[in-house]
């Protein structure tokens, strides 16, 4: 028997991918990368959703494929999200917190600046995954499982190990990025009179809209992800208690080929819903707004179906402009230093 969320999931998942696409678009474009390496995580997540659940749809246990091959990918990957996600969310609140750092403001950012904020957005969005990933074989006892819908799981040894090398970072980095929307909020406070010059002279191609909408979205998603990733760090300290010492050998032995099977009983994991979620807020944030509408108008028309011009809209501001009100920002910052 097929259950019904082996139908509902997919379907939403598939939903949530083609809403993605447009801000995906509009975030590339305006070279927001670690926003768009965030909905590029969450659009593989659906990806699995939608294939386990098609694979994998009842408990006919017997009749399962092994998942060879696939379920190797996907604990991979899977685990490298864990990290991945809030490090996207600790890159958007820093780079948020750059733009309204008024001390630190220059007509022309340097090289050295623009490599440090490539190199930490290429860290945690990145870099830090793959570790993650590379260390995964530490702590992993056995091969992969199997859950009913849900499919391919991640199994961890009961050990110290996996807590340092796997459960406790989520978290940590969940709260690195709430330091940076704290600091958001503040200087939001403290520049409120001046929030328009300073986004203005920033170079940022961030509107006062833009920068909200990126804000607030980020700020409900670590509103939403802090408290499961310590519910998530609590239940697997739990379950795991007590621990064991770690010996390699052991996590390695030849059970470590054996693929456990579990029957969902009609229920996934609480997790797959969460790609679900984001998809539909990134959609609410970015793929409602004028420039969303332009790339819609651009697909109708593209495919026959208006023939109506889009509009431009406002006319950008002139390089000069922006150049006058980022010297003017400057020549205040100076003036108030000299004042001290």
């Not at 539909?280 to 651009?298: N, R, T």
């Amino acid at each position: 028997m097929v259950y019904v969320q082996a139908v509902v999931v997919p379907v939403l998942s598939a939903v949530t991918i083609l809403l993605s696409i447009t801000p995906l678009v509009l975030h590339w474009q305006n070279h927001n990368w670690p926003t768009a390496c965030m909905i590029v995580w969450f659009l593989i997540l659906n990806v699995f959703s939608i294939v386990n659940a098609i694979i994998w749809p009842h408990d006919d246990i017997d009749s399962w494929w092994s998942g060879v091959g696939l379920c190797d990918v996907e604990v991979k990957i899977m685990i490298a999200s864990y990290v991945a996600v809030p490090g996207c969310l600790v890159c958007i609140f820093r780079n948020l917190a750059g733009v309204l750092d008024t001390r630190r403001a220059t007509l022309v950012p340097t090289k050295g600046q623009r490599w440090i904020n490539y190199s930490m957005d290429l860290l945690f969005c990145l870099v830090v995954p793959i570790i993650a990933m590379i260390t995964h074989i530490v702590y992993q006892v056995r091969r992969y499982a199997i859950w009913g819908i849900s499919g391919c799981v991640n199994m961890f040894d009961e050990s110290w190990v996996s807590f340092v090398l796997a459960w406790m970072w989520p978290a940590i980095i969940c709260f690195i990025a709430g330091y940076y929307c704290g600091l958001v909020m503040y200087r939001l406070h403290k520049y409120r009179s001046q929030f328009g010059n300073i986004l203005q002279s920033s170079g940022s191609n961030l509107s006062k809209s833009r920068f909200m909408r990126l804000f607030l979205l980020a700020f409900f998603m670590l509103l939403a992800i802090i408290p499961i990733q310590i519910f998530v760090l609590y239940k697997n300290i739990l379950y795991s208690m007590p621990w064991h010492a770690y010996s390699w050998r052991a996590v390695h032995s030849p059970e470590w080929y054996t693929i456990v099977k579990w029957p969902s009983n009609g229920d996934v994991f609480f997790d797959r819903w969460v790609p679900i979620t984001s998809g539909v807020m990134f959609f609410l944030f970015f793929g409602c707004g004028h420039d969303a509408s332009k790339i819609y108008h651009l697909i109708l028309r593209t495919v026959g179906l208006t023939c109506v011009e889009s509009r431009s809209g406002n006319p950008p501001s002139s390089g000069s402009d922006s150049m006058n009100s980022k010297a003017r920002l400057l020549a205040r910052k100076t003036r108030g230093y000299a004042s001290r």
